[in-house]
């Protein structure tokens, strides 16, 4: 069977280590990238989505878009415990691009982060629908933490959702609270850490 691709990653998150997956391809982020909404992260205004993954995945890096798609297709089955990876990286981050596809999806993850308990894992996701299943039957590792990316630039979330351990917000205008704008995450890691802080923001990229 295919194994998982790890890639390692660019721009703030240059060095670290991310298992990725085909925004393209992912049926919940293509409603959310084509919705139109402009509020919202993954859309914007106008026919071109601002998720900076379906802009790069659609221009500089398509290229990608094979390795990434055999991530989606081995991860949303049941991946035997002896074909789950094995890293020797100390944090390694879950959809650097991409978003959860299903329940297996996490399982696997909670999984991968069983078979590595030297290794820091830490999940980005708007899917509180699977979050919430998976919490239903399992018990979550200690070196997994999740955080909710907040789909709304208008709104602010003070405090992360039940069955996430943070949130992360990305706002359009200044905000006098934000503590990730400009930080490369290998150097903070506070969405690594359990002690870090719980409530994450930053300014929106402006993309061409």
């Given at each position: 069977?295919?194994?998982?691709?790890?890639?390692?990653?660019?721009?703030?998150?240059?060095?670290?280590?991310?298992?990725?997956?085909?925004?393209?391809?992912?049926?919940?982020?293509?409603?959310?990238?084509?919705?139109?909404?402009p509020s919202l992260i993954c859309a914007g205004a106008g026919k071109k989505p601002r998720c900076y993954s379906w802009a790069m995945l659609s221009g500089s890096r398509k290229n990608c878009i094979p390795k990434f798609q055999q991530n989606s297709d081995v991860l949303s089955e049941v991946i035997p415990?002896?074909?789950?990876?094995?890293?020797?990286?100390?944090?390694?981050?879950?959809?650097?691009?991409?978003?959860?596809?299903?329940?297996?999806?996490?399982?696997?993850?909670?999984?991968?982060?069983?078979?590595?308990?030297?290794?820091?894992?830490?999940?980005?996701?708007?899917?509180?629908?699977?979050?919430?299943?998976?919490?239903?039957?399992?018990?979550?590792?200690?070196?997994?933490?999740?955080?909710?990316?907040?789909?709304?630039?208008?709104?602010?979330?003070?405090?992360?959702?039940?069955?996430?351990?943070?949130?992360?917000?990305?706002?359009?205008?200044?905000?006098?609270?934000?503590?990730?704008?400009?930080?490369?995450?290998?150097?903070?890691?506070?969405?690594?850490?359990?002690?870090?802080?719980?409530?994450?923001?930053?300014?929106?990229?402006?993309?061409?």
């Amino acid at each position: 069977m295919d194994t998982v691709h790890l890639s390692v990653m660019s721009g703030k998150l240059k060095g670290m280590p991310a298992i990725n997956t085909n925004t393209l391809d992912n049926p919940f982020c293509q409603v959310m990238a084509l919705s139109g909404i402009p509020s919202l992260i993954c859309a914007g205004a106008g026919k071109k989505p601002r998720c900076y993954s379906w802009a790069m995945l659609s221009g500089s890096r398509k290229n990608c878009i094979p390795k990434f798609q055999q991530n989606s297709d081995v991860l949303s089955e049941v991946i035997p415990w002896d074909y789950l990876p094995v890293f020797n990286s100390p944090n390694v981050r879950y959809h650097g691009h991409g978003e959860l596809i299903n329940l297996e999806h996490m399982v696997n993850f909670h999984h991968i982060a069983l078979k590595n308990p030297q290794t820091m894992f830490a999940l980005w996701s708007k899917r509180r629908d699977i979050i919430s299943d998976y919490h239903k039957a399992r018990c979550q590792p200690a070196n997994l933490i999740l955080v909710y990316s907040n789909p709304s630039t208008k709104y602010l979330l003070h405090k992360p959702p039940a069955g996430f351990d943070k949130v992360f917000n990305v706002v359009s205008e200044p905000h006098t609270g934000e503590n990730c704008t400009g930080k490369r995450c290998t150097e903070c890691l506070s969405c690594y850490r359990h002690s870090g802080e719980s409530v994450l923001i930053e300014h929106v990229k402006v993309r061409n």
